[in-house]
T-cell receptor, first 115, second 114 residues
């Protein structure tokens, strides 16, 4: 059973460009979570999605960031007009259910560098 | 609001000695607590969790954690450290309300010397 897949693993963008980060959850998992890890910091929650629904986006910056989890295909975290402060590791996690007791399984992350 | 504190940025221990990585939490209801480990340039790997039941939770790679309600702690332990245990360890608590987000501590770097 393949784990959570994320691509690309590394992404370099210039200021003002768009970044698209993809996450394929583990087989059978329909709940996806995105977290951001800034240098020398812990992980911060960004958004929680189920298929075709955003459940909690309380950690998402108000502008330039969006996320989706379509019926078919991976979850996408999109950052428009990137700035240097967006440079971070972005991790996706998935779980099969969402009852508070479930384990979230993490992908390897996408490391975004904004020049 | 839920929060997690990891008071030590780094823990140094000699190989073969017992190790403890500390975590304290603050929650308004029943705590759901987790430990993850992160190796350099890798994602987080799940080690163990406390939901309910026995206060001593056993997990992967010989790790265990002790839930202490009166001290609001969930320290990670291992009887005999290995050099390969050297990594960044994160404690997390499940957020309150309907969301299932995890709230992470700032992490503790464990360095095991041969």
């Amino acid at each position: 059973n393949a784990g959570v897949m994320q691509n690309p693993r590394h992404l370099v963008r210039r200021r003002g460009q768009e970044a698209r980060l993809r996450c394929s959850p583990m087989k059978g998992h329909s709940h996806v979570y995105w977290y951001r890890q800034l240098p020398e910091e812990g992980l911060k929650f960004m958004v929680y999605l189920q298929k075709e629904n955003i459940i909690d986006e309380s950690g998402m910056p108000k502008e330039r960031f969006s996320a989706e989890f379509p019926k078919e295909g991976p979850s996408i975290l999109r950052i428009q007009q990137v700035v240097r402060g967006d440079s971070a590791a972005y991790f996706c996690a998935s779980s099969p259910v969402s009852n508070g007791q479930e384990t979230q399984y993490f992908g390897p992350g996408t490391r975004l560098l904004v020049l | 609001a839920q929060s997690v504190a990891q008071p030590e940025d780094q823990v140094n221990v000699a190989e073969g000695n017992p190790l403890t990585v500390k975590c304290t939490y603050s929650v308004s209801g029943n705590p759901y607590l987790f430990w993850y480990v992160q190796y350099p340039n890798r994602g987080l790997q799940f080690l163990l969790k406390y939901i309910t039941g026995d206060n001593l939770v056993k997990g992967s790679y010989g790790f265990e954690a002790e839930f202490n309600k009166s001290q609001t702690s969930f320290h990670l332990k291992k009887p005999s450290a290995l050099v390969s245990d050297s990594a960044l360890y994160f404690c997390a608590v499940r957020g309150e309300g309907a969301t299932n987000k995890l709230i992470f501590g700032t992490g503790t770097l464990l360095a095991v010397q041969p």
